[in-house]
């Protein structure tokens, strides 16, 4: 299980929280010039990481503010975690047991 | 004023088997408000209206005359009273005109469960994964986490006791495993 710091509440444990996916994945400026392969591409197509990803998670059951997390998807390691719009803290120079 | 004497929540049907030190308290006033703390008109508004200084510290509580106000998130509070929640909303919507605010009465949103006694935090403790003990959870001190897998909201009113905020409808579910909880400590040893 995790435990999960929300920028707001603190380390909380990962039943009170809700995934959500890829962070850093900005609307188009213009949706309607896109084709539909570019939207399908912002819609739909994720990185499948293997070390540390930056994700975005809802503190559904206590604050209910999104925020961003940095976590090793191989070993559930959990650098930090910032609020949006925050600059992301500095990755560990390993890939972090992505061998 | 909005006559809430005569309402009754589903815990109701099991409030006489409740041991010792737990109890659903009757209904108060309970109102939510949003807004940005950083907006002196804001703040200034809510004090002149209800003497509070709303907290910005998360999880916590500001206790003023009538009303107190319970730390939601970072633009969100609960105020909560035996007052009037219309007369307050009223109030509140006159002083913050114009202002990019939400004020709601959601009086009856939630009840309230008072949990008592030297055992108390321990109840709490086995329905939940937040951490109760007192090194970390004092007076003064609220959180919304899960008991029971339900979303509530704990405050600490005082040594040894808590007031447990829980949907209505989920309050006979809570209530009842609450109850359950406290029992044992209730026991001869």
């Known amino acids: 299980m995790l435990n999960i710091d929300c920028p707001w509440c603190g380390k909380r444990h990962e039943t009170e929280f809700r995934y959500g996916g890829e962070a850093h994945i900005a609307r188009p400026e213009d949706p309607a010039a896109l084709d539909d392969t570019e939207w399908a591409e912002f819609l739909f197509m994720r990185k499948n990481t293997k070390g540390y990803f930056a994700e975005r998670w809802l503190h559904n059951n206590g604050c209910r503010r999104w925020f961003n997390v940095i976590r090793n998807t191989v070993t559930h390691e959990i650098v930090g975690s910032y609020k949006m719009g925050e600059t992301p803290p500095k990755l560990p120079k390993s890939a972090g047991g992505a061998k | ?189």
Request: aromatic content about 8%; proline content about 5%; overall charge negative.
């Open chain 2, 1 to 189: 004023m909005a006559d809430n004497a005569s309402w009754i929540t589903p815990a109701a049907a099991i409030a006489e088997s409740f041991p010792d030190g737990f109890s659903e308290l009757r209904p108060c006033a309970q109102v939510n408000l949003r807004g940005d703390i950083a907006d002196l008109a804001f703040t200034d508004a809510v004090k002149s209206v209800t003497g509070l200084t709303l907290p910005d510290m998360p999880n916590k509580v500001a206790t003023g005359k009538d009303f107190k106000a319970l730390w939601l998130s970072p633009d969100e509070w609960l105020l909560v009273g035996e007052g009037d929640a219309e007369a307050l909303v009223q109030s509140l919507e006159d002083a913050l005109a114009g202002q990019h605010v939400a004020v709601n009465d959601v009086s009856a949103n939630r009840t309230i469960f008072e949990l008592s006694g030297p055992h108390s935090h321990h109840a709490l403790m086995k329905s939940s994964e937040y951490d109760f003990h007192p090194r970390v959870f004092a007076p003064g001190d609220c959180v919304q986490t899960l008991i029971a897998k339900s979303q509530a909201i704990v405050e600490q009113v005082g040594e040894n006791m808590f007031h447990i905020y829980v949907r209505s409808s989920f309050s006979r579910y809570v209530g009842g495993w609450l109850a359950e909880a406290l029992a044992e400590y209730n026991e001869a040893p």
